[in-house]
């Protein structure tokens, strides 16, 4: 405890413990997609979207709310929690999950496209269409 607290006094060392702490959430959040989406190369099983930056972990009915997130990644890549129940979406469509799940009547209504678009310099960029029927 006395060991924590000096730790913690020090700017540079809570600093370092701070950014120990984001780097360990990262990979808990990045091996936890992995293992959902049971792919060494994670895609949004909606759209195809690669990116794992922005790929989440979807409730397939709802209430991921109630989960929380302080323990949920790790429960996931150390086997207590299963995952049969959850699929990975990009944020993008797994907003719009949350959408059709909470207003029925607009399901099915959306479509959301990924494109792939080569660069000139390294890297790819990546955007999103969404087509709304006219009669929406």
């Not at 020090?10 to 936890?32: F, G, I, M, Y």
């Not at 990975?88 to 799940?101: K, S």
Request: hydrophobic content about 30%; glycine content about 6%; charged content about 30%.
């Amino acid at each position: 405890h006395e060991y924590w607290k000096k730790r913690m006094a020090n700017p540079e060392l809570r600093q370092r413990h701070t950014n120990e702490v984001k780097r360990w959430a990262s990979s808990q959040r990045d091996r936890a997609i992995r293992i959902v989406s049971k792919d060494e190369t994670p895609k949004c099983e909606n759209c195809g979207c690669p990116s794992i930056e922005i790929l989440e972990i979807n409730h397939k009915n709802g209430g991921g709310y109630k989960e929380g997130y302080s323990k949920f990644y790790h429960a996931i890549v150390i086997g207590e929690r299963q995952t049969s129940d959850l699929n990975i979406l990009c944020r993008v469509c797994n907003a719009l999950h949350y959408v059709e799940i909470s207003h029925p009547e607009v399901q099915g209504r959306f479509t959301v496209l990924f494109h792939e678009k080569p660069v000139i310099e390294e890297g790819t960029t990546f955007s999103m269409t969404f087509n709304v029927p006219k009669d929406a």
